[in-house]
C-alpha cells in the first residue's frame, strides 16, 4: 500500500541510507544523510514536481520509497525511482508498489509515460522494472561517476497505452 512518507518513517529510511548494499546503486550520498535531512526531504516530499510515497506493510510498517519526479504535465512524463529496505527485498513489495505508483501516474496524474534510469550492473533491479513494463530504450554510457569510477546508465520507459485513448475522448 502506497501512503505519503511521515515523520515515523525516518529511522527506517536511514536504515537503507546508511546500507552501503543498497546506497551504492545511487548517484546521490546517502551515506551522509542524518535524521534533520531525512525529516526535511519528509516535509518537502510532496509537490508540484515530486510525489514520494512509502510503501508500507499490513502494519504500517515502512519498506521502502518510491517516487515520481520531475513531473512534467506539459510533456505529460516523469521519472521514476524506488528504494526497498532490505527485509522487504524480494517480498514482492517493490512490484506491487510500482503498479500501485503506475497506476497513480496514468489514471490519476494522466500522463502518458514514466520513464527511469537505472546502472547498468544491478541487474536485480532491472529485472523488477521489466517484469513491471517497462522497456529498455537505450544506454548512456559513462554517463555517471560513482566513486571515481564511470558508469554506465540504462534507460527504461513505459507509456501509458491508454492515453491516446483518452485524449481522442476529450476532442469529442
Known amino acids: 500500500m502506497l501512503r505519503r512518507l511521515e515523520k515515523k518513517d525516518a529511522p527506517l529510511m536511514l536504515e537503507w541510507m546508511h546500507d552501503c548494499e ?7 550520498d546517502f551515506a551522509a544523510a542524518t535524521m534533520e535531512s531525512v525529516l526535511g526531504f519528509i516535509d518537502e516530499s510532496f509537490n508540484g514536481d515530486n510525489r514520494n510515497f512509502a510503501f508500507v506493510d499490513e502494519n504500517d ?18 521519472e521514476y525511482a524506488v528504494v526497498t529496505r ?20 496514468f489514471e490519476e496524474l494522466g500522463l502518458h509515460k514514466v520513464y527511469l534510469n537505472v546502472l547498468e ?4 533491479a532491472q529485472k523488477l522494472y ?17 566513486n571515481g569510477m564511470y558508469k ?3 534507460w527504461y520507459g513505459i507509456i501509458n497505452r491508454l492515453s491516446s485513448f483518452k ?5 469529442e
Open 61 to 78: 510498517e515502512y519498506l521502502g520509497t518510491i517516487s515520481l519526479k520531475h513531473i512534467s504535465f506539459k510533456n505529460g512524463n516523469a
Open 167 to 171: 485524449s481522442e475522448d476529450k476532442l
Open 86 to 105: 532490505k527485509k522487504a527485498q524480494g517480498t514482492g513489495a517493490a512490484m506491487r508498489a510500482t503498479q500501485e505508483i503506475l497506476r497513480y501516474a
Open 22 to 28: 543498497i546506497n551504492c546503486n545511487f548517484q546521490a
Open 121 to 124: 550492473d544491478n541487474v536485480r
Open 152 to 154: 554506465t546508465l540504462k
Open 130 to 146: 521489466e517484469k513491471c513494463g517497462f522497456v529498455y530504450e537505450g544506454s548512456a554510457v559513462d554517463a555517471v561517476k560513482i
